[in-house]
């Protein structure tokens, strides 16, 4: 069973750039019918989109953030990272990494079935 | 982009009752691509509903989604003590994810 865990530090200052780190265990990065995505809440908020990267390295990523962010994958440790730069109070959320799955014969898609506990980064 | 609206903003109802939660989308949406979840305080959300209206693995049928084009909803038929979330409408499509604001669905 597929299991997800985000990494990385609590606390960024202003400016900085936070960077969290996704483990997969359980199964691999590499598995056909898989992306790799993250998501973050605000304190109180909603869920909003981040960006997801497959393990070939393509990337998509939510427009408002776009310039700011980066993503790799690490085939090797089975892991997918995040950095997003200059960061401001507003950058504060609980993130999580999250497994999209779909069919890679029809296309259909089966959501986000997995997902990570969440890490919470302040920028302070 | 595609702007996914959710209503009620929160819905009061007590254990045994349905709750009928609607996830409306600003233009049309193929039904493939829509799904459910739940989240519960302090916890990440649960994937309920895949493809408007398969339940993922483990969700008790008294969840059940339906809906077409830009109407969705998610109906569960009795409401366990359990069931009190928030719950989020998403959509995928091959270069984004947008999600709804949420509905609660708190004990009355």
């Known amino acids: 069973q597929v299991q997800l865990q985000e990494s990385g530090p609590g606390l960024v200052k202003p400016s900085q750039t936070l960077s969290l780190t996704c483990t997969v265990s359980g199964g691999s990065l590499t598995s056909g019918g898989s992306f790799w995505t993250w998501i973050r809440q605000h304190p109180g908020k909603g869920l909003e989109w981040i960006g997801y990267?497959?393990?070939?390295?393509?990337?998509y990523y939510n427009p408002s953030l776009k310039s700011r962010i980066t993503t790799s994958v690490d085939t090797s440790k089975n892991q997918f990272s995040l950095n997003l730069t200059s960061v401001t109070a507003a950058d504060t959320a609980v993130y999580y990494c999250?497994?999209?799955?779909?069919?890679?014969?029809?296309?259909?898609?089966?959501?986000?079935?997995?997902w990570g506990q969440g890490t919470t980064v302040t920028v302070s | 982009e595609i702007v996914l609206t959710q209503s009620p903003g929160t819905l009061s109802l007590s254990p045994g009752e349905r709750a009928t939660l609607s996830c409306r989308a600003s233009q049309s949406v193929s039904t493939t691509y829509l799904a459910w979840y739940q989240q519960k305080p302090g916890q990440a959300p649960r994937l309920l509903i895949y493809g408007t209206s398969s339940r993922a693995t483990g969700i008790p049928d008294r969840f059940s989604g339906s809906g077409s084009r830009t109407d969705f909803t998610l109906t569960i038929t009795r409401l366990e003590p359990e069931d009190f979330a928030v719950y989020f409408c998403?959509?995928?499509?091959?270069?984004?994810?947008?999600f709804g604001q949420g509905t609660k669905v708190e004990i009355k």
């Open positions: 999250a497994r999209e799955s779909y069919d890679t014969l029809t296309g259909s898609y089966y959501g986000m079935d997995v």
């Open positions: 990267i497959y393990f070939s390295g393509d990337t």
């Open positions: 998403q959509h995928y499509d091959s270069s984004r994810t947008t």
